[in-house]
């Protein structure tokens, strides 16, 4: 699983194929980013791509943090830039994921404090 996880996100990096229409949320999620200074390289399409196979990721279990850890090195970001990206991603693309947030709050792994501090704090909570 964590290699076909993985290999998806190295794909969406490198450009694989992006939904072609945006809704309200997928623009929201990328002006997020960009607001943060994630992204300005990418084109908004493949930002949304990436959006999504990380919430593909924490809807077939795999927890945030690690979604956020496979994902910093392959996707060229820093830790805390990934864990911003995780945390968009569960508020604008695959909410039904914010259980993962409330879990993160209180509970920082200090193993990966950037990618809990960001992902936690990403909705405020």
């Known amino acids: ?19 072609a229409h945006a809704d309200t949320n997928q623009d929201a999620y ?3 980013l960009q607001a943060f200074g994630i992204g300005l ?16 990721a924490m809807n077939t279990g795999t927890d945030s ?9 392959r ?3 820093s830790v805390a830039q990934t864990g911003y ?16 947030i409330k879990e993160l709050i209180g509970g920082a792994d200090p193993t990966v404090p950037g990618v809990t501090t960001e992902i936690a704090g990403f909705l405020g909570k």
């Open 1 to 19: 699983m964590k290699l076909m996880i993985g290999t998806t996100l190295v794909l969406a990096a490198l450009g694989a194929a992006a939904p």
């Open 30 to 32: 990328v002006s997020q």
């Open 41 to 56: 390289e990418n084109t908004s399409d493949r930002l949304v791509k990436n959006g999504y196979l990380m919430c593909e």
């Open 65 to 73: 943090l690690a979604v956020a850890t496979q994902a910093a090195p």
């Open 75 to 77: 996707a060229g970001l």
């Open 85 to 100: 990206q995780v945390g968009a991603a569960i508020r604008w693309l695959c909410p039904e994921q914010d259980w993962q």
